[in-house]
C-alpha cells in the first residue's frame, strides 16, 4: 500500500498535542483548550468516542491524567 494514501497516515502523540495546543482566539482561550482532550466522567468518554465515530474517525489521541497522587478513578455521572 503506498504511504501516499490520504487513509494511510498517521499522527504521531507529539504532533496531536501541538495541533491541540493552538487556538483561534490566541488572546482570549477558552478553559481547557491548548490540550489534548480529557474526559472527566464516563458521559464525557462515551461522548467523545460517539461523536468522534459520528464524524469518521477511527483513532485519536487524548490526555492521561495525573497520577502523580496516586491512582485516577473515572467520576461516575449516576452515583445510583
Given amino acids: 500500500m503506498p504511504a ?3 487513509d494511510s497516515r498517521v499522527l504521531s502523540h507529539a504532533d ?3 495541533i491541540a495546543y493552538e487556538v483561534p482566539y ?3 482561550p477558552a ?3 491548548r490540550g489534548l482532550p480529557l474526559p472527566r466522567t464516563t458521559v464525557e ?3 467523545m468516542v ?3 465515530r459520528q464524524q469518521g474517525i477511527f483513532a485519536f489521541w487524548a490526555a492521561s491524567p495525573n497520577t ?3 491512582d485516577v478513578t473515572m ?3 449516576n452515583p445510583n
Wanted: aromatic share 8%.
Fill in 75 to 77: 467520576v461516575r455521572s
Fill in 45 to 47: 468518554a462515551m461522548s
Fill in 68 to 70: 502523580e497522587a496516586g
Fill in 50 to 52: 460517539a461523536f468522534a
Fill in 4 to 6: 501516499t494514501r490520504d
Fill in 16 to 18: 496531536a498535542a501541538a
Fill in 31 to 33: 478553559p481547557g483548550s
Fill in 26 to 28: 490566541d488572546r482570549y
